[in-house]
C-alpha cells in the first residue's frame, strides 16, 4: 500500500534553515502537503504543491518537490523558536478523498 | 464556529468501558474524516464520511469501533469495551467536498488514555 515516511526529529538553531525531508511510494500521487500541528492543537496546513511543480515558495517557506525519487523536502528560512512543531508530509490523488500522512518530523528550535 | 470542533478534549476511562467522541465540522463541509494519532506515529485513518454515509470505514482497527454521522453535519465516534491500547489522539478533519485537491481542516482533537 502507499507509504510515506519522514525522520522523526530535527533540532535547529535559530536564525539557521531547517530542511524537513519526506519519501513516498505512490507515484500517481497529484498533491502533496505540509501541515503543521502545534502541542495539544490540530493540524493546520502550511504550503501545498501539485505534482506538475517542482518548487514552490511562500515567504520563510520553499517546497522543492523531486518527481523521479518521489521525494518532498520543506525549508524553513530564519528558523524561529515558534516554528517549533510536528510538521507532516501527506499526499493525495486526485479523484480520490484519501490522504496519507507520515509519521511527522518534530522539529526543535534551540535559542 | 469558524473551525472544526471536538469533545470532550480529553477522556480518562478505564478498561472495557465504553466512549463516544464528537466531531462538529466547519458548516457546510460535505467530507468528514476521523483520524487516530499514536505517540510516535503518524496519523491512522479511521473513516471517511461523505454526507451521511461512509463509503470507507476500512481503516477502523475493530468491531469495537463504530462512527455515525447524522444531518451531514456533527459525527460520533464510539469505541466500546476500550482496551489500553486505544489510547491515542483522535483527530476529526473536514473538507468541503472530499476531492484530493481539499484542505482538510482540523480540530484540535480528543486525548483518549484508557487505565
Known amino acids: 500500500g502507499e507509504d510515506v515516511e519522514q525522520s522523526l526529529f530535527l533540532s535547529v538553531r535559530e536564525g539557521d534553515s531547517s530542511v524537513i525531508n519526506c519519501t513516498y511510494t505512490d507515484s500517481s500521487s497529484t498533491y502533496l502537503y505540509w501541515y503543521k500541528q502545534e502541542p495539544g492543537a490540530g493540524l493546520q496546513l502550511l504550503t501545498y504543491?501539485?505534482?506538475?511543480?517542482d518548487m514552490k515558495q511562500d515567504q520563510r517557506l520553499t517546497v522543492l518537490l523531486n518527481k523521479k525519487d518521489k521525494h518532498l523536502s520543506l525549508r524553513i528560512a530564519d528558523t524561529q523558536t515558534g516554528d517549533s512543531a510536528i510538521y507532516f508530509c501527506a499526499v493525495s490523488t486526485s479523484g480520490t478523498y484519501k490522504y496519507i500522512f507520515g509519521t511527522g518530523t518534530r522539529l526543535k528550535v534551540l535559542a | 464556529g469558524a473551525g472544526v470542533s471536538q469533545s470532550p478534549s480529553n477522556k480518562v476511562t478505564e478498561k472495557g468501558k465504553d466512549v463516544e467522541l464528537r466531531c462538529d465540522p466547519i458548516?457546510?463541509?460535505?467530507?468528514l474524516y476521523w483520524y487516530r494519532q499514536s505517540l510516535g506515529q503518524g496519523l491512522e485513518f479511521l473513516i471517511y464520511?461523505?454526507?451521511?454515509?461512509?463509503?470507507?470505514k476500512s481503516g477502523l482497527p475493530s468491531d469495537r469501533f463504530s462512527a455515525e454521522r447524522t444531518g451531514g453535519s456533527v459525527s460520533t465516534l464510539t469505541i466500546q469495551r476500550t482496551q489500553q491500547e486505544d489510547s491515542a489522539v483522535y483527530l476529526c478533519a473536514s473538507s468541503f467536498n472530499g476531492g484530493g485537491a481539499d484542505e482538510q481542516f482540523f480540530g484540535p482533537g480528543t486525548r483518549l488514555t484508557v487505565l
Open positions: 458548516s457546510g463541509h460535505t467530507a
Open positions: 504543491i501539485f505534482s506538475n511543480m
Open positions: 464520511f461523505q454526507g451521511n454515509s461512509a463509503p470507507d
